[in-house]
């Protein structure tokens, strides 16, 4: 079974800057995209960044380019969320989420394609 555990929500000010982290457990980490999402209150679910296995492929949704930085470290499990410039509307709940298939080559964005979620880290933004 697959566990993903956030950490690195909390409250910042608008212009500031948060580093998420994931780590995670149950299968062999680097054959798997990484996405991490976010969901305010009142809307969906929406896809943020991704990496793939390799981390050699990352993609961002346009509101977020330029701002944050999904980057892995395979020998740690780990996948990362450096949000920079941050604006009240990046405040959501942020998930980490692990691709349901392997060696992909190029990132996924829809909530379909992605098998198990962590259970979430509160990011909050002060204007």
């Known amino acids: 079974q697959v566990q993903l555990v956030e950490s690195g929500g909390g409250l910042v000010q608008a212009g500031g800057s948060l580093r998420l982290s994931c780590v995670a457990s149950g299968r062999t980490f680097s054959r798997y995209t990484m996405g991490w999402f976010r969901q305010a209150p009142g809307k969906g679910r929406e896809f943020v960044a991704g990496?793939?296995?390799?981390?050699?492929?990352?993609y961002y949704v346009d509101s977020v380019k330029g701002r944050f930085t999904i980057s892995r470290d395979n020998a740690r499990n780990t996948v990362y969320l450096q949000m920079n410039s941050l604006k009240p509307e990046d405040m959501a709940v942020y998930y980490c989420?692990?691709?349901?298939?392997?060696?992909?080559?190029?990132?996924?964005?829809?909530?379909?394609?992605?098998?198990?979620w962590g259970q979430g880290t509160q990011v909050t933004v002060s204007s």
């Open positions: 990496i793939t296995g390799s981390g050699f492929s990352t």
């Open positions: 989420a692990a691709d349901g298939s392997a060696f992909r080559r190029a990132v996924v964005t829809s909530t379909s394609e992605y098998d198990y």
